[in-house]
Structure formats: C-alpha cells, structure tokens
C-alpha cells in the first residue's frame, strides 16, 4: 500500500475515532486512558521532521485537467489535506465531490463532531461544504480563484448523521470575478442557499505565501 493510501487509512480511523469520543459516554478510567495514549502518541509525532505542503503550478494544471466527468463515482480532491473533501484529513468532512455537467456537487454526512445545535450541523460546517462545491464549479471553468464573499441564508436545519447534497453552478463572470449560487439540501428540503464571489487569480499567486510549519 503506498504511503498516500496508509496516511489516508490512518486519517480515517483518527476521525472515526473522534466521532465515538463524543458518542461514548466514557468512564475515569477510559478518559485516563486515552489521555495517556494520546499525549504519547503526540510526543513520537513530535519527533518526525515537519511536513511541508507541497504544490506546484503544474498540479494545478493537472488538477483542470482531471476534474471528474459526469457520474459520482469518482473521487474528487484538489488537496489531499483538505478539511471538506481530504480523505488525509483526522480533523475532516471527507465529502465527495462530483460534476454534471457544468454543475458541481457535493455530498457528506456531517457526524457527532460537526454537530452545532443537539441534532443539527454546525452552521459554519454547511458553509465549508458550499465554499467547496463552489470551488468546483471555478475548476470546471478552468480558473484558479479566491473567495472574496459568501452570502449564506439557513433555511431549515441541517441534519446530522445522514447525507445531504449541496449543488452549485456558475451565474456569471464580470472580469476577474466568478459569480456562484448554491444550494443544500436534506432530500427535498433546501437546508441552505448561498451565493458567492470569486476572484481568478494567476496559479503562481495561488502559491505564493505559503506558510511551513513552525
């Protein structure tokens, strides 16, 4: 198994892990536990040189080139680490992207810890997931592009331990800025609707100021 794939496997069982946490009604002895597990296994992390994202223009070329075609069986992510759609991700969502067409979508099962209100997802976790789907939408029209406004309206609660789907297409562009609405919906019921601006930027500056850990 290649190392992407063994981080990826590591990375779920993280989260998998973090979601029972908060599910469990855990004992002294099994908070000691784990508490004691946990701060050794982050003292050995702590000896392993940092690790430096690293991404060059010609990723994301390749990233245009490779966004799915039509059909959600295809998995989608621009970064691996990425806290919507990263499988490498302990900390993540790990949603699925797909396009139809010109349309981008995004499906997810927000759990225990992405809960905000008992029994609903936390209303910043439905923004991540519509700030996503609607960077697909830039990446099919073939733009790298930063958001410079998100305009988000809740509409009903958004549930916890099932899939919802967000939809988002491309309304216009004027210049440099990309125009984007997008939807959310439980089934039928539209949980959120969004509109966003983007701003296309040369790929070199997408780069640029990147930050290496301390």
Request: aromatic share 6%; hydrophobic share 45%; net charge negative.
């Given at each position: 198994?290649?190392i992407e794939?063994l981080r990826?496997?590591a990375?779920g069982?993280?989260r998998?892990?973090?979601h029972?946490f908060?599910l469990?009604e855990?004992?002294?002895?099994q908070?000691?536990?784990i508490t004691k597990?946990?701060?050794?296994?982050?003292e050995?992390?702590?000896?392993?040189?940092?690790?430096?994202?690293?991404v060059?223009s010609g990723?994301l070329d390749?990233y245009?080139?490779t966004?799915?075609n039509?059909?959600r069986?295809?998995?989608?992510?621009?970064?691996?680490?990425?806290?919507?759609?990263?499988d490498s991700n302990p900390m993540g969502?790990?949603?699925k992207?797909?396009?139809?067409?010109?349309?981008a979508?995004?499906?997810?099962t927000?759990?225990?810890a992405?809960?905000?209100a008992?029994?609903r997802?936390?209303?910043?976790?439905?923004a991540?997931?519509?700030?996503?789907t609607?960077?697909?939408?830039?990446s099919?029209?073939g733009?790298?592009?930063f958001?410079v406004?998100l305009?988000?309206?809740?509409?009903?609660?958004t549930?916890?331990?099932?899939?919802?789907?967000?939809?988002?297409w491309l309304d216009h562009v004027?210049r440099r800025?990309?125009?984007?609405?997008?939807?959310?919906r439980?089934?039928?019921t539209i949980c959120?609707?969004a509109?966003?601006?983007?701003?296309?930027?040369d790929?070199t500056?997408f780069?640029e100021?990147?930050v290496a850990?301390?």
């Open positions: 198994m290649s794939k990826a496997e990375a069982a993280l998998e892990l973090g029972e908060l469990s855990l004992s002294e002895d908070l000691t536990k597990h946990a701060k050794e296994l982050h050995e992390l702590k000896e392993t040189p940092n690790r430096v994202r690293e060059h990723a390749d245009k080139m966004v799915p039509d059909g069986d295809e998995k989608h992510q621009l970064f691996a680490d990425s806290v919507v759609s990263g969502i790990n949603a992207l797909w396009r139809e067409g010109e349309v979508f995004i499906e997810a927000l759990e225990k992405f809960e905000g008992p029994g997802a936390h209303g910043g976790m439905v991540a997931l519509i700030d996503e609607m960077g697909l939408v830039m099919i029209q733009v790298v592009a958001t406004q305009d988000v309206a809740y509409r009903a609660p549930p916890i331990f099932r899939p919802i789907v967000a939809k988002a004027e800025k990309l125009f984007i609405t997008c939807e959310v439980d089934g039928d959120a609707e509109k966003g601006i983007f701003v296309s930027v790929p500056k780069l100021n990147i850990p301390q």
